[in-house]
């Protein structure tokens, strides 16, 4: 490994036959390089071989209910610490505003005036963040998706910077970037659509460059959520050394090859929502709409008793989310989790070289509105609705 991209190194990797997880990596002359050991899923223990020859032995210690963790030697002597905000950040453990400096009273902790420099200017756009834009205008990225968030805005025609979502952290974890050179080598990292990458890789050709700005504590947590611990410290080792290589990142691609797990995903947008709004004015459509509801009331005895389609589509409005890839035309939340509840929320699948996708949307979004549209228990199932479509259908003189 090597931060060259003109060189290469070779490296072979051990899994358990069971787990999948990666427990060892040599070089090429068979020396080992790293060695995992886990409890469960878990990261418990890795071994490092160090530049000199020596190894060292680093505890994992992650509190599972907040997420902050230590890493530790084989003393017990804190080697790296994580302390996560509720937002995800890993805010450290320092005051970054005291000075190192004796004169002003400094101890010794905190970060110097250059290091605070560098890491407020990482938050501004053309300062070394994210860029964002609102109406033509540089933007920090948070204020940015929070106008999407409140349906104050709307992602503009020519995006190229999007939000990437989790299922398995059930939140986001930075943004991704479309690279048309990327595109055009074909080149797709962690399941993201062909041209696309997570913010703070930069793509060279051969691989990936990586800035302070990509979101590794995050991925690791992902990894670890979806079975591979192991491949997320690897991937952890690329990031730090600031370079991988399309081989090593495809090494590293491990448990996304079989599970959408990092998604673009965004607010829907406000013109498909409207459109949602002009289908229910229309007086054939509204009827039909409540018709079917009524009829899966009388049906599953679960309806909501004086509540029109209408004013589920309004409830669920702020909780429908464009996203791509994703495996379905569109889902709702699973079982249980219905419309009113906060975490009940809609994903309409949206390709921008698919243009049936966005003229197919809003009564997709009807569809799924209706499986969340129960007073209680589970979500309708597409057999009950079905049966209540044609019921309602059939004296309208609709089949």
């Known amino acids: 490994m090597t931060n060259n991209p003109t060189s290469t190194t070779t490296s072979f990797y051990l899994r358990s036959s069971l787990t999948g997880n990666l ?23 890795q071994q490092q071989r160090i530049y000199d020859g ?50 002003n ?19 501004f756009p053309g300062f070394g963040g994210p860029t964002c834009k609102v109406d033509g205008a540089f933007s920090l990225c948070h204020i940015a998706f929070g106008l999407l968030g409140m349906g104050a805005a709307d992602f503009g025609p020519s995006q190229t910077t999007i939000a990437v979502y989790s299922r398995s952290l059930g939140k986001y974890v930075g943004l991704a970037t479309w690279n048309p ?4 080598a074909g080149v797709s990292v962690f399941g993201l659509p062909t041209g696309w990458s997570i913010n703070g890789m930069n ?15 995050d991925m690791m ?6 079975g591979a611990p192991g491949l997320g410290g690897y991937l952890g080792e690329l990031v730090q050394q600031g370079y991988g290589s399309l081989g090593q990142l495809s090494e590293a691609y491990g448990p996304f090859g079989d599970r959408q797990d990092v998604l673009l995903r965004a607010p829907m947008d406000s013109s498909v929502l409207n459109a949602v709004d002009e289908l229910m004015q229309k007086p054939t459509c509204s009827k ?40 379905f035309p569109g889902s709702a939340s699973p079982d249980g989790i219905l419309v009113g509840n906060p ?31 129960p007073s209680g228990g589970d979500n309708y199932t597409h057999t009950q609705m079905v049966l209540a479509a044609i019921t309602v259908a059939e004296p309208l003189g609709d089949l």
């Open 105 to 123: 009273g400094g101890e010794g902790e905190g970060y110097n005036q250059a290091a605070i420099d560098a890491m407020v200017a990482s938050l």
């Open 54 to 103: 020596s190894t060292r032995t680093m505890w994992q210690h992650v509190n599972p209910i907040i997420g902050d963790g230590l890493s530790t030697d084989a003393q017990g002597v804190v080697l790296e610490r994580t302390n996560v905000d509720p937002r995800g950040v890993n805010v450290g453990d320092e005051d970054p505003f005291i000075s190192n400096e004796p004169t």
């Open 203 to 217: 793509f060279t050709g051969n691989g990936f460059t990586f800035s302070s700005t990509f979101p590794i504590g």
């Open 288 to 327: 039909f709409l409540n018709g079917v509801l009524a009829e899966l009331a009388k049906a599953s005895g679960r309806g909501r008793d004086g509540v029109t389609f209408e004013s589920l589509f309004n409830a669920a409005r702020g909780s429908i989310f464009s996203a791509n890839p994703w495996p």
């Open 181 to 184: 050179n990327q595109a055009a």
């Open 343 to 373: 975490a009940f929320h809609i994903e309409i699948l949206m390709r921008d070289e698919v243009r049936t996708d966005r003229s197919t949307a809003p009564t997709r979004i009807m569809h799924e509105v209706f499986h969340g549209a």
């Open 221 to 226: 947590k992902i990894y670890g959520n979806l």
């Open 23 to 45: 427990i060892a990596q040599y070089d090429a002359a068979g020396v080992k390089q790293n060695g995992y050991v886990y409890a469960g899923k878990q990261l418990l223990v």
